[in-house]
């Protein structure tokens, strides 16, 4: 049997803006954008060279799902956005504005810093070990 992830729900207060980030700043690519009604999208991005997982940008339509936005996880690290060239995408998110929390640090498993998105989700941008 083979499995794997297909998307990841990540709620945003807006379609448009939400793609400007993660494709105009982040450098995603834009997989699909389907309008499926008046108000809601289906919105698919993925990391440069990513065949697997996705992100959807999930709109979102109510009051409890609005408190969500840039807190999915309670505060911890949402997502985690592996490289092969930890300085290149450093620097190069850097430069587009991207606002990390600290500054780079070698774990064991590789090296690591904390960024942010515009709604405050924390993602790690990792290069392996």
């Known amino acids: 049997m083979t499995q794997h992830l297909a998307a990841v729900a990540l709620v ?14 982040l450098g995603f690519e834009l997989i699909e954008d389907t309008r499926l009604s008046e108000t809601k999208r289906w919105v698919l991005v993925a990391p440069p060279g990513s065949h697997e997982t996705r992100l959807l940008l999930a709109k979102a339509d109510s009051p409890e799902q609005k408190t969500r936005i840039g807190n999915q996880t309670g505060g911890r690290v949402f997502l985690f956005l592996h490289t092969d060239d930890f300085q290149r995408d450093y620097a190069t998110m850097r430069d ?3 606002r990390f929390l600290e500054a780079p640090r070698h ?10 998105d515009p709604y405050g989700n924390k993602w790690d941008l990792i290069q392996p070990a």
């Open 96 to 98: 587009r504005g991207i």
């Open 12 to 25: 945003v207060p807006d379609y448009d803006e939400a793609i400007a980030f993660y494709v105009g700043k």
């Open 107 to 116: 774990e064991p498993y590789g090296t690591v810093a904390v960024f942010v």
